[in-house]
């Protein structure tokens, strides 16, 4: 209902509640990486100046983002709908030319050199165009998301990014795919779906930590405490009975060949030791077929549960109130493998203690449950869904980062969102956020 | 058609909720509950370096360091940054060849890793020191590490001093309360040990913090737990470091031992165990060979015969004997002997007198007569007062414990023998309940199953000059900053002979010591200007030898003191093997008590004197027969290996192994100990077997 004047497009409408989260975030970042980097025998501040280290660079990297946030803000919304199918069009294309271009690096071949030395990683890239390709599909007038065929093509939409990753062998960020899912259920994709999903994921946790033969058994224990409860209803209706003892087969059988067979025919060697190793476990690398295959290389490595340990022992030596800044003798020690990017999260649990994590953690939270705020009061299903994948992908790196610095999550390189060094990330999810920004902004605009 | 979905918007946030929720959890548990991970942590990233004080300095009676700390250099390497060492000019210097260098380098990488600090060559020379500090800058890696080492300056007193060693597992076991840990250095025999607690100070801790390939990255909270060293105490010692070092001179080439107390204050003026060691020897490098070329010597270098070893003492013994009877009024200084060149009171015939007559009890000691003595142990042993020889041998036993004897003087060095004074049950055990005063005569003489310590026997001699009392030998008159530990309580306390004993008696003693010297066995050490009183000793003593027991040449004894008026020096000397006291013991006690009281030794008869005990050779037959036996199997190795280098150059030259085949065993006299270690690197082992021999040889001719 607010006329729109020309003079002061950028900051009308504009919620700084979120600007203002996005640069504390930013900030707590630049200074977590500052404390990895620190030494105390150098002048840091020439070091600064200097740009060679991760911090300036990423300073740098901060900088050119904000021009990227005055870009997009500058945009008018209607391009983003607009260029919808074109920007995923061509991050696809992106991810497909990066098994012609790619360069390896940390073992995984999914990166594109831009020059200066500079890497984009189309992955990582390609979330958003996701997001606005699936906001688009689910804005579309002709689709109605209560049919499976919709709710098929939506997944569709989301999973063909996550396949490609996992062909680059990126397991971390086609994770983040699922994300969408949480979009997908408030737009109405079943219940079920999701309860189902993390039943099974959960089970997959369960087969792993737990000794087989209890899983079994308590899983039995279940089902026949389950079918005492309803033994009068169990009279009634035949289908139920069936229903539990089907439900009960798949859990057992799942638990007993299923997992085992992801992890010895479908999965590398590394990455099921990865996984194993989380849940302090040695995995057989001889069980696995993929390996047997490439024999030749190498021998069964140990378990390289070492980074959660040094993860473990960072964030738990904290204590209460941690060490205080540039205190952390773990941090300086370099004991945390990756520390300035996937484990960033270490220096801070080491330096600044539980308090300091429940303080960062509901930086966070606030800024999921804003944006699931800003969502809902959209008035077009595109900025919606729009929201609601920002949130889920933000509230999904965020959850597997901490989990698995902290043991409860396999390894899987993700970064935390705004925090970690790499500046394909500090882009992705500035785009992200301001794009959401401005559609924000635009609220009052019905979009299609 | 959103709105219907929109209860899911509150769904979404729950789930964002309780994800947090679990983390949250974890945190708890990981932050607040687990305290292992402090530790990990701690034990990860901290690093406490053990300071190490300076030990203390011994110093002798006149203010001399005769142990001492100085600087000694390592040569150490980081082996990841040895790019672009010149390794053939490093191997030049040090002596090595470049096969040498990279075992070496191998073996610190195995051991320390390759980013750390490893010692590449330990306890440089000076002159290498001087080579290398000149041009470390051209080889990138390599520093000169600065570390302390114990020196001994006058090369003298090596079993008194002792040596310092890193301490082992058994030592560890062993003192496990008291702090230390793998790499320490502590004292482990002499001085060095039994004053470890004054001399080693206080460690200090510093706390740094290393990273992941245990670098050190700066100090853990700017020091504010590190704790400074205490450097070690000094001592000073009633040794002479001068007549220390003329001892071990005269000790040269024999084997026995001397000491000599100041009898005022039970101080130490020396103590000599021959054959004894340069203790430099066992600070350097080569320290591990050298330790088992000396405990594989039959000569037994390490034990110090001043307190380590217990001998009859013979007839010194005599003047113990002497006293008690006196004091027991069995005798009277006018009693009279007579002795037809035997003891005639048992009707054995032993023991035998060498010179036959009557004696008076002056007499009696001048000349050593063995009659007389017998005839006084045997009338003491009898008293009927006493009711039995059992009781009899008890009394006579109080007089020789307050005389010091039969138990450990509590001198202030470790391993200390107690000697041995017989008593009844002994008897009761080899001659039955009815075992009388003639089964054991050779008491009498000093030969039976009395043992004393050298200690003990220059210990009586003190309490002679002293008249009835003594202080606790020791080496420590005082430890600087304080007696903390009160280490040095025990001696201050004066202690007294059994309180019967009249000043006259030790007088009527002192009379027939004096004569002794004067115009008795021992007339030759007379030294001209001095009151000497002393008494020999020639102690017959046995050896195994295959199984058979032979009789080996008398080891010679002489207990003395001097001068008779205000006494200053005790002294008691042993020579094995050496024949009658008089021969050797005494003339060695002399030069000794004349070189303390004038401080040299004055008129030509008697410098001429000194040369000679200097060079003469005594070393005991059977120790000589041991050398050439291990000499001779030495050469048959040295031989073989020869051969077999032969037989692999196919050489046809063999005069070199006749040369070396020629031992002869009975003609081998011992190689002084004392010898120069060959300070080059030796890198063929054949060629080390080679040169000892050609040095063994260079002393034999």
Known sequence: ?448 | MPVFNQSRGRVVQIIFASVFFVIVCQLINLQLFSAKYKQAAESNALFRKIIYPDRGIIFDRKQRAILENINSYDLVVVPAETKGVDTFSLCTLLNIDTIEYKRRMRDIIIKTGNVRTGVFEALLTPEMYAHLNENIYKFPGFDLSLRTVRSYPYSVAAHVLGYTAEVDTSFLRKHKDEGYQMGDYAGYTGLERYYEKVLMGQRGVKNYIRDNKSRIQGDYEKGMYDTAAVAGKNIHLSLDVELQKMGEQLMANKVGSIVAIDPKTGGILCMVSAPTYDPNYLTGNQRKRHIAEMILDPRKPFNNRGLGTTYSPGSTFKTVVGIVGLTEGVITERTTVTCPGYFTGCGTGKPKCLDKGTFSFKEAVAHSDNTYFSTVYKRTLDQSKYGGADSALNVFNQYAYSFGLGHRLGIDLPSEKKGNIPVSADYRKIFGPKWYSCNVISNAIGQGEVNTTLVQLANVMAIIANKGWYYTPHFVDSIEGGDENKMLEPFTVKHYTDQRIPDSIFDAVQDGMQAVVEYGTAVASRIPGIVMCGKTGTVENYAKINGRVEKQLDHSFFGGFAPRDNPRIAIAVICENAGQGAWNAAPIASLMVEKYLRDSITGQERKEKLEEFKNKNLIPRLMRMQMAKMDSLKQIRINQLIQQQKMNKELNDSSDQEENSETDPKVIPSAPIKKQVPKKQITNKAAVLVNEDKKYKKYNR
């Open chain 1, 1 to 448: 209902m607010s006329s729109r004047n020309n003079q002061n497009t950028i900051s009308q409408g504009l919620d700084w509640t979120i600007i203002w989260l996005y640069a504390i975030l930013v900030s707590i970042g630049i200074l977590c990486i500052f404390m990895v980097e620190y030494r105390p025998d150098t002048n840091w501040f020439q070091s600064f100046l200097g740009g060679k280290t991760n911090y300036s660079k990423q300073l740098i990297f901060a900088g050119f983002c904000a021009i990227v946030a005055m870009f997009i803000l500058l945009t008018d919304s209607k391009l983003f709908t607009a260029f919808a199918n074109l920007l995923y069009g061509f991050g696809i294309l992106l991810m497909l030319a990066t098994f012609v271009l790619g360069k390896s690096i940390n073992g995984s071949k999914s990166w594109i050199p831009i020059g200066g030395g500079f890497n984009l990683q189309p992955a990582e890239v390609c979330k958003i165009f996701t997001a606005l390709a699936l906001a688009k599909f689910l804005s579309r007038q002709e689709t109605d998301f209560s049919k499976l065929k919709s709710q098929l093509l939506a997944g569709v939409i989301a999973s063909l990014p996550a396949v490609l990753s996992i062909m680059q062998h990126e397991l971390g960020l086609a994770l983040v795919y699922s994300a969408f899912l949480v979009a997908m259920y408030r737009e109405g994709l079943p219940a079920q779906i999701l309860i189902f999903g993390s039943s099974f994921a959960i089970l997959v946790i369960a087969t792993l930590v737990v000794e087989p033969n209890t899983l079994a058994l308590s899983l039995t224990a279940i089902a026949a405490f389950l079918l005492f409860l309803l033994r009068k209803q169990l009279k009634k209706t035949k289908g139920l009975l069936v229903l539990i003892i089907g439900i009960w087969l798949f859990c057992v059988g799942t638990q007993r060949f299923v997992v085992p067979y992801i992890f010895n025919n479908v999965l590398e060697c590394y990455q099921s030791t990865r996984i194993y190793s989380m849940v302090g476990k040695e995995y057989d690398c001889t069980k696995n077929k993929k390996s047997e295959k490439k024999a030749g290389e190498k021998a069964a490595r140990k378990p390289d549960d070492y980074n959660v340990r040094q993860s473990k022992i960072a964030i738990g030596s904290g204590g209460v109130t941690g060490k205080g800044f540039l205190k952390g003798t773990q941090t300086r020690g370099k004991y945390v493998p990756e520390q300035h990017t996937d484990f960033i999260f270490t220096s801070l649990g080491e330096a600044f203690g539980f308090i300091g994590c429940i303080a960062f953690l509901s930086i966070y939270l606030f800024l999921l449950f804003r944006i699931v705020k800003m969502a809902e009061r959209q008035r077009s299903t595109f900025s919606r869904v729009y929201a609601y994948s920002v949130a889920s992908i933000i509230f999904f790196h965020i959850a597997v980062n901490v989990s698995m610095t902290i043991g409860l999550f396999p390894i899987v390189g993700i970064p935390l969102p705004l925090i970690s060094y790499g500046g394909s990330s500090l882009l992705t999810f500035t785009i992200l956020i301001f794009i959401l920004l401005r559609l924000d902004a635009d609220r009052q605009m019905v979009l299609r």
